[in-house]
């Protein structure tokens, strides 16, 4: 299995900076024409939300202060103003062969 | 709108199988996409353990093995979860979600405990 590792762990960023998280596979998961990436928010007690597919594609209704980026095997997702709205934990997802998670990143607004 | 919503025990002994009904509305699930069963262990990690297509077929996570099951009943818009032999470490939440590489509609989750 493709195993992804999120980095960091937790991060607390000030309200209205940038929140940079990194998504690591351990083998490509881009073609030429597509990143096989996926992008979750995951608030208590609530499901995973999607929000950007395809590593760069922003979900409908996502706030375009979220960004994806990347190819191959590194991947970030950008939160630029960060809201306070935005605490949460994040996760990156793969669809290249059987579907794997990152570990998650929970993010903090100071 | 789609909607999902999981439903079932939330204690099942060791040993035993684990049953879980995901409910769709909004969708006929025989319309298109895959409709999957995804786990997220305390601690937070999560696991897509598997799905149904529109067309009947499945795909499992191989480390699941002979254990797992997913079936359903196009009558009733609804697929099924069944997870046999138990143990303590398959104690998590329990979503349905729809999708074929990415998953847009989720249900809310259903926490199933595995203990004696």
């Known amino acids: 299995d493709i195993v992804l590792t999120q980095s960091p762990a937790s991060l607390a960023v000030s309200l209205g900076q940038r929140a940079t998280i990194s998504c690591r596979a351990s083998?490509?998961?881009?073609?030429?024409?597509?990143?096989?990436m996926h992008w979750y928010q995951q608030k208590p007690g609530q499901p995973p939300k999607l929000l950007i597919k395809?590593?760069?594609n922003l979900e409908s209704g996502v706030p375009a202060r979220f960004s994806g980026s990347g190819s191959g095997t590194d991947f970030t997702l950008n939160i630029h103003p960060v809201e306070e709205e935005d605490t949460a934990t994040y996760y990156c997802q793969h669809s290249w062969e059987i579907r794997t998670f990152g570990g998650g990143t929970k993010l903090e607004i100071k | 709108d789609v909607q999902l919503q999981e439903s079932g025990p939330g204690l099942v002994k060791p040993s035993q199988s684990l049953s879980l009904t995901c409910s769709v509305t909004g969708y006929s699930i025989t319309s298109g996409y895959y409709w999957n069963w995804i786990r997220q262990f305390p601690g937070n990690k999560l696991e897509w353990m598997g799905y149904i297509s529109y067309d009947g077929s499945n795909n499992y996570n191989p480390s699941l093995k002979n254990r797992i099951s997913i079936t359903r009943d196009t009558s009733k818009n609804q697929f099924f979860l069944k997870l046999n032999s138990v143990t303590t470490e398959d104690t998590a939440t329990y979503y349905c979600a729809r999708g074929d590489g990415y998953y847009h509609y989720w249900g809310q989750g259903t926490l199933v405990t595995v203990s004696a």
């Open positions: 083998q490509s998961v881009s073609t030429s024409s597509y990143s096989y």
């Open positions: 395809y590593a760069s």
